[in-house]
């Protein structure tokens, strides 16, 4: 099966140089596609530079931050332009560790969506504050109560689709970001009847960096289930 991995990227030059070589190691037949943001610490260069000696990592620049969301849009256009079967996501700062992928890949054998649960066998956080465990393990249970979805993670960002998904939803009509965007997302291949498997995962608090969380984002998050509940995304 041809797959891609999706990358986003904003200010991530650190963990990069270390991550493309990981992945290369664990699925090693895989393409990786980074779509950095016009990063002022020249993640870009850095991901050109491992380019030289890897010629299955590619990179989309675009000219300006916008988002999470548009970014992983934008790099499922261009895996399904190039006939993709297998398309990841996954951020990059270690917080999804590169060892799992060959997980997924079994899963995708026997489902449509493999997604990495931090909870699907109680909790499996390393490095988090108490609070923000406490945040994600509320808006999960918020997530899904109100939309009806039985994950466990729905606000997971470390997945595997089947292009068959992808080309199912519309993605010019996804137009959320952060943890919003993984809801939308999970939510429309449910409703779709596609097959999805939540896998356990330990989840490391990122290496380097600092977290994109906001509170434009909580809020966006906390919004979308009700769009999504009263049919006002389609």
């Given at each position: 099966m041809k797959t891609l991995i999706v990358i986003p990227t904003y200010n991530e030059k650190d963990n990069i140089k270390s991550l493309l070589p990981a992945i290369k190691k664990y699925l090693p037949h895989a393409d990786t596609l980074v779509v950095d943001d016009a990063s002022p610490d020249k993640t870009g260069a850095a991901v050109r530079a491992v380019m030289r000696v890897n010629k299955r990592v590619k990179l989309m620049e675009r000219k300006s931050k916008l988002g999470l969301g548009t970014a992983y849009v934008a790099g499922f256009k261009y895996a399904l332009a190039h006939n993709y079967d297998m398309i990841f996501e996954m951020d990059a700062d270690f917080s999804h560790d590169p060892k799992y992928l060959p997980d997924f890949i079994e899963s995708m054998k026997?489902?449509?969506?493999?997604?990495?649960?931090?909870?699907?066998?109680?909790?499996?956080?390393?490095?988090?504050?108490?609070?923000?465990?406490?945040?994600?393990?509320?808006?999960?249970?918020?997530?899904?109560?109100?939309?009806?979805?039985?994950?466990t993670d729905l606000t997971s960002g470390f997945k595997c689709y089947n292009s068959r998904v992808l080309k199912a939803i519309d993605l010019d009509n996804i137009h959320s970001d952060g943890y919003a965007f993984q809801i939308e997302m999970h939510y429309k291949a449910w409703k779709k009847g596609f097959r999805i498997k939540e896998l356990p995962i330990i989840f490391i608090d990122r290496h380097a960096g600092s977290s994109k969380m906001t509170r434009r984002v909580m809020l966006e998050a906390a919004w979308i289930v009700w769009k999504l509940k009263l049919g006002l995304i389609k």
């Open positions: 026997t489902n449509d969506l493999a997604i990495g649960s931090r909870y699907i066998n109680g909790i499996s956080v390393v490095n988090w504050p108490i609070g923000r465990l406490i945040l994600s393990k509320f808006a999960n249970f918020y997530a899904r109560s109100i939309t009806g979805v039985p994950l």
